[in-house]
């Protein structure tokens, strides 16, 4: 299946459009089901979205946070994903910090990933993952030539030899991450053309690992046309 293009002129338009599409799924989630879980994604492309998810309308209190991959370093650091976010937006909201689920710092990768696939098997389930794609083709901290087969059950994995620092990190696996019930791609700046038309062309990146059932959805700012892509 063919991801969805969702096309915007300039980031500006892009950000707000996500907002008002998160804050109507959240709410519809929160109606149905009484909760609402979303997956984040990190870097700088998703920055300026949790900025302005600070200001919409929301019952917080429902909300779960978890994180789609996490760079292997101290609590607090400044790159890790889960500071970015909180500086950005968490800690400006009420959900409660025991429903923002982050990796686990742990003595070890392998361990700090163990532990939060223990935390992903008790999610309720997951509404709604965000993903960028780096100029590389990754997405989450899954990098070109270094994905888990696909018949693989873990929910979350160590990566060892990432060739971008820092080199360990943990992240969703494609599998966890194709249990969203949707999977919107981020995807802004004319850095992303290239890597995104060879995607969208049928390259073997790890985008085209995650298979959502309900098929995967790209938001950009980028002019740009779909391919055919087998399924």
């Known amino acids: 299946m063919s991801p969805r293009i969702h096309r915007f002129v300039g980031r500006d338009g892009l ?8 804050a109507a799924l959240a709410s519809q989630c929160i109606h149905k089901q009484g909760y609402f879980s979303i997956i984040l994604a990190g870097g700088e492309t998703p920055r300026e979205l949790y900025r302005q998810l600070r200001h919409i309308a929301t019952d917080w209190q429902y909300w779960h946070i978890y994180f789609g991959d996490e760079r292997y370093l101290a609590v607090g650091d400044a790159e890790r994903n889960d500071t970015m976010a909180t500086t950005a937006w968490l800690d400006y909201v009420a959900i409660p910090r025991v429903q923002i689920h982050t990796v686990p710092a742990r003595d070890n990768v392998d361990t700090a990933a163990a532990d939060y696939a223990a935390i992903l098997q008790q999610a309720p ?55 969203s019930s949707a999977v919107w791609f981020v995807v802004s700046g004319s850095n992303k053309r290239k890597i995104l038309e060879a995607w969208l062309a049928g390259a073997p990146l790890p985008p085209r690992a995650i298979k959502p059932h309900a098929g995967i959805d790209i938001f950009t700012d980028l002019d740009i046309e779909p391919k055919v892509m087998d399924s």
């Open 15 to 22: 950000v707000d459009d996500l907002c008002v599409r998160i």
């Open 125 to 179: 389930g997951f509404d709604l993952a965000l993903l960028g794609l780096g100029e590389d083709g990754h997405t989450a901290s899954l990098f070109p030539g270094d994905v888990p087969p696909d018949n693989t059950t873990a929910l979350a994995i160590a990566v060892t030899h990432a060739p971008k620092p820092p080199a360990r990190r943990v992240s969703m696996s494609p599998q966890c991450l194709s249990l």
